[in-house]
Protein backbone atom coordinates (compact mmCIF):
# COMPACT_ATOMS: atom_id res chain seq x y z
CA UNK A 1 0.00 0.00 0.00
CA UNK A 2 1.29 3.60 -1.21
CA UNK A 3 -0.11 6.69 1.13
CA UNK A 4 0.71 10.34 1.02
CA UNK A 5 -1.33 13.60 2.38
CA UNK A 6 -0.12 15.58 -0.56
CA UNK A 7 1.90 14.98 -3.80
CA UNK A 8 1.92 12.49 -6.81
CA UNK A 9 2.12 9.20 -6.50
CA UNK A 10 3.28 6.83 -9.51
CA UNK A 11 3.99 3.08 -10.06
CA UNK A 12 5.76 1.75 -12.99
CA UNK A 13 5.22 -1.48 -12.47
CA UNK A 14 3.75 -3.72 -9.65
CA UNK A 15 3.90 -7.61 -10.21
CA UNK A 16 1.04 -7.81 -6.80
CA UNK A 17 -2.08 -5.85 -5.82
CA UNK A 18 -1.96 -2.36 -5.99
CA UNK A 19 -3.96 -0.01 -3.28
CA UNK A 20 -2.56 3.57 -3.61
CA UNK A 21 -4.64 6.49 -1.57
CA UNK A 22 -3.16 10.21 -1.78
CA UNK A 23 -5.65 13.18 -0.27
CA UNK A 24 -4.00 15.76 -2.06
CA UNK A 25 -2.60 14.83 -5.70
CA UNK A 26 -2.23 12.70 -8.61
CA UNK A 27 -2.09 8.63 -9.08
CA UNK A 28 -0.19 6.98 -11.65
CA UNK A 29 -0.15 3.32 -11.98
CA UNK A 30 1.97 1.96 -15.06
CA UNK A 31 1.32 -1.55 -15.56
CA UNK A 32 -0.09 -3.95 -12.77
CA UNK A 33 -0.41 -7.92 -12.55
CA UNK A 34 -2.88 -8.29 -10.26
CA UNK A 35 -5.70 -5.61 -9.32
CA UNK A 36 -5.39 -2.16 -8.90
CA UNK A 37 -7.41 0.58 -6.29
CA UNK A 38 -6.74 3.96 -6.52
CA UNK A 39 -8.53 6.54 -4.39
CA UNK A 40 -7.53 10.47 -4.12
CA UNK A 41 -9.70 13.46 -3.16
CA UNK A 42 -8.19 16.03 -5.60
CA UNK A 43 -5.79 15.69 -8.80
CA UNK A 44 -6.01 12.69 -11.45
CA UNK A 45 -5.98 8.85 -11.66
CA UNK A 46 -4.18 7.71 -14.13
CA UNK A 47 -4.32 3.75 -14.37
CA UNK A 48 -2.47 2.26 -18.11
CA UNK A 49 -2.76 -1.64 -17.92
CA UNK A 50 -4.12 -3.63 -14.93
CA UNK A 51 -4.70 -7.50 -15.59
CA UNK A 52 -6.63 -7.69 -12.84
CA UNK A 53 -9.75 -5.51 -11.43
CA UNK A 54 -9.78 -2.16 -11.05
CA UNK A 55 -11.28 0.56 -8.32
CA UNK A 56 -10.63 4.07 -8.77
CA UNK A 57 -12.51 6.74 -6.39
CA UNK A 58 -11.54 10.47 -7.01
CA UNK A 59 -13.48 13.18 -4.89
CA UNK A 60 -12.18 15.96 -7.51
CA UNK A 61 -11.04 15.11 -10.98
CA UNK A 62 -10.25 12.98 -13.69
CA UNK A 63 -10.15 9.17 -14.15
CA UNK A 64 -8.44 7.47 -16.75
CA UNK A 65 -8.26 3.87 -17.26
CA UNK A 66 -6.79 2.00 -20.28
CA UNK A 67 -6.82 -1.93 -20.68
CA UNK A 68 -8.60 -3.74 -17.86
CA UNK A 69 -8.55 -7.43 -17.77
CA UNK A 70 -11.50 -7.94 -15.31
CA UNK A 71 -14.40 -5.33 -13.80
CA UNK A 72 -14.19 -1.62 -13.41
CA UNK A 73 -15.55 0.27 -10.96
CA UNK A 74 -14.90 4.10 -11.30
CA UNK A 75 -16.21 7.16 -9.35
CA UNK A 76 -15.75 10.96 -8.89
CA UNK A 77 -17.65 13.86 -8.24
CA UNK A 78 -16.21 15.98 -10.46
CA UNK A 79 -14.19 15.72 -14.06
CA UNK A 80 -14.36 12.81 -16.66
CA UNK A 81 -14.17 9.26 -16.64
CA UNK A 82 -12.92 7.62 -19.07
CA UNK A 83 -12.21 3.64 -19.66
CA UNK A 84 -10.20 2.38 -22.51
CA UNK A 85 -11.39 -1.45 -22.72
CA UNK A 86 -12.37 -3.55 -20.08
CA UNK A 87 -13.17 -7.65 -20.22
CA UNK A 88 -15.45 -7.12 -17.14
CA UNK A 89 -18.39 -5.12 -16.43
CA UNK A 90 -17.75 -1.30 -15.94
CA UNK A 91 -19.21 0.84 -13.23
CA UNK A 92 -19.21 4.57 -13.95
CA UNK A 93 -20.96 6.95 -11.41
CA UNK A 94 -19.90 10.14 -11.78
CA UNK A 95 -21.98 13.91 -10.25
CA UNK A 96 -20.35 16.46 -13.14
CA UNK A 97 -19.08 15.41 -15.81
CA UNK A 98 -18.67 13.33 -18.91
CA UNK A 99 -18.26 9.38 -18.74
CA UNK A 100 -17.31 7.21 -21.91
CA UNK A 101 -16.21 3.32 -22.36
CA UNK A 102 -14.35 3.12 -25.72
CA UNK A 103 -14.46 -0.93 -25.70
CA UNK A 104 -16.83 -2.92 -23.41
CA UNK A 105 -17.12 -6.90 -23.56
CA UNK A 106 -19.09 -7.32 -20.78
CA UNK A 107 -21.65 -4.77 -19.77
CA UNK A 108 -21.92 -0.93 -18.48
CA UNK A 109 -23.76 0.68 -15.78
CA UNK A 110 -23.26 4.60 -15.74
CA UNK A 111 -24.37 7.57 -14.11
CA UNK A 112 -23.94 11.58 -14.66
CA UNK A 113 -26.33 14.07 -13.42
CA UNK A 114 -24.44 16.55 -15.91
CA UNK A 115 -22.36 15.78 -18.77
CA UNK A 116 -22.58 12.70 -22.02
CA UNK A 117 -22.40 9.15 -21.47
CA UNK A 118 -20.55 7.30 -24.59
CA UNK A 119 -20.61 3.50 -24.12
CA UNK A 120 -19.13 1.51 -27.09
CA UNK A 121 -19.94 -2.76 -26.28
CA UNK A 122 -17.68 -4.77 -28.73
CA UNK A 123 -19.28 -8.35 -27.13
CA UNK A 124 -22.88 -9.62 -25.98
CA UNK A 125 -24.25 -7.66 -23.15
CA UNK A 126 -23.86 -11.01 -20.52
CA UNK A 127 -26.13 -9.04 -17.68
CA UNK A 128 -28.31 -6.03 -17.95
CA UNK A 129 -26.67 -2.12 -18.95
CA UNK A 130 -28.13 0.96 -17.83
CA UNK A 131 -26.94 4.67 -18.76
CA UNK A 132 -28.61 7.51 -17.16
CA UNK A 133 -27.99 11.29 -17.68
CA UNK A 134 -29.46 13.75 -15.76
CA UNK A 135 -28.31 16.78 -18.06
CA UNK A 136 -27.30 15.30 -21.30
CA UNK A 137 -26.97 12.92 -23.98
CA UNK A 138 -26.12 9.21 -24.72
CA UNK A 139 -24.76 7.44 -27.43
CA UNK A 140 -24.44 3.88 -27.12
CA UNK A 141 -23.60 1.48 -30.06
CA UNK A 142 -23.40 -2.04 -30.04
CA UNK A 143 -22.25 -5.08 -32.69
CA UNK A 144 -25.44 -5.39 -34.95
CA UNK A 145 -25.80 -8.99 -34.38
CA UNK A 146 -25.87 -8.49 -29.83
CA UNK A 147 -29.31 -9.70 -29.16
CA UNK A 148 -30.69 -8.20 -25.94
CA UNK A 149 -34.12 -6.39 -24.72
CA UNK A 150 -34.52 -2.45 -25.57
CA UNK A 151 -35.77 0.07 -22.74
CA UNK A 152 -34.60 4.03 -24.01
CA UNK A 153 -36.52 6.63 -22.48
CA UNK A 154 -36.10 10.78 -22.58
CA UNK A 155 -38.00 13.34 -21.51
CA UNK A 156 -36.51 16.10 -23.07
CA UNK A 157 -35.02 15.13 -26.74
CA UNK A 158 -35.83 11.63 -29.31
CA UNK A 159 -34.48 7.98 -29.27
CA UNK A 160 -32.95 7.05 -32.50
CA UNK A 161 -31.50 3.51 -33.48
CA UNK A 162 -29.67 2.15 -36.27
CA UNK A 163 -30.77 -1.21 -34.95
CA UNK A 164 -33.55 -2.67 -36.17
CA UNK A 165 -36.11 -2.84 -32.57
CA UNK A 166 -38.94 -5.00 -32.48
CA UNK A 167 -42.25 -3.16 -30.74
CA UNK A 168 -43.08 -4.91 -27.86
CA UNK A 169 -46.14 -2.41 -27.28
CA UNK A 170 -49.00 -1.75 -29.08
CA UNK A 171 -50.66 1.44 -30.23
CA UNK A 172 -48.79 4.68 -31.39
CA UNK A 173 -45.51 5.16 -30.17
CA UNK A 174 -44.58 7.78 -27.44
CA UNK A 175 -42.54 10.59 -28.35
CA UNK A 176 -39.02 10.14 -26.86
CA UNK A 177 -39.64 5.91 -26.05
CA UNK A 178 -38.54 3.30 -27.48
CA UNK A 179 -39.50 -0.02 -26.01
CA UNK A 180 -38.88 -3.64 -27.92
CA UNK A 181 -36.09 -6.94 -28.56
CA UNK A 182 -33.34 -6.35 -30.85
CA UNK A 183 -32.45 -9.63 -32.84
CA UNK A 184 -34.94 -11.57 -30.53
CA UNK A 185 -34.17 -10.09 -27.26
CA UNK A 186 -31.47 -10.84 -24.43
CA UNK A 187 -30.22 -8.59 -21.28
CA UNK A 188 -32.21 -5.90 -20.47
CA UNK A 189 -30.20 -2.75 -21.77
CA UNK A 190 -32.37 0.40 -20.11
CA UNK A 191 -30.91 4.17 -21.12
CA UNK A 192 -32.56 7.21 -19.58
CA UNK A 193 -32.28 10.93 -19.99
CA UNK A 194 -33.99 13.72 -19.00
CA UNK A 195 -32.49 15.71 -21.48
CA UNK A 196 -30.58 15.73 -24.32
CA UNK A 197 -31.06 12.68 -27.40
CA UNK A 198 -30.23 8.66 -27.19
CA UNK A 199 -28.73 7.11 -29.64
CA UNK A 200 -28.23 4.00 -30.73
CA UNK A 201 -25.38 2.57 -33.35
CA UNK A 202 -24.47 -0.92 -34.63
CA UNK A 203 -20.92 -1.96 -35.56
CA UNK A 204 -19.63 -4.58 -36.91
CA UNK A 205 -17.84 -5.78 -34.15
CA UNK A 206 -18.32 -9.97 -34.25
CA UNK A 207 -19.38 -11.68 -31.11
CA UNK A 208 -17.20 -14.12 -30.51
CA UNK A 209 -17.57 -17.80 -31.27
CA UNK A 210 -16.19 -19.59 -28.53
CA UNK A 211 -17.90 -17.64 -25.70
CA UNK A 212 -21.43 -19.01 -26.99
CA UNK A 213 -20.19 -22.31 -27.40
CA UNK A 214 -18.69 -22.02 -23.51
CA UNK A 215 -22.12 -20.75 -22.67
CA UNK A 216 -23.61 -24.44 -23.98
CA UNK A 217 -21.47 -26.01 -22.11
Do not use: W, Y
Not at 3 to 13: E, H, L, Q, Y
Not at 138 to 162: Q, Y
Not at 168 to 186: A, D, E, I, P, Y
Amino acid sequence: MAKTSSGAIKIKIAKGPVDVRNSGGDIGVGEAAESVKAETSSGTIRIQTVKGAVEARNSGGDISIGDAGNQVTARTSSGSITVKSAKGRVNANNSGGNIEVKAAHAAVQASTSSGTIVADLVGQPTEECRLEVSGGGITLTLPKSASFNLDARCSGGKVESELPVTMTVQGKQKSGVLHGTVNGGGPAVVLRSSSGDIHIKSSNAPIPQLQAEDDKK
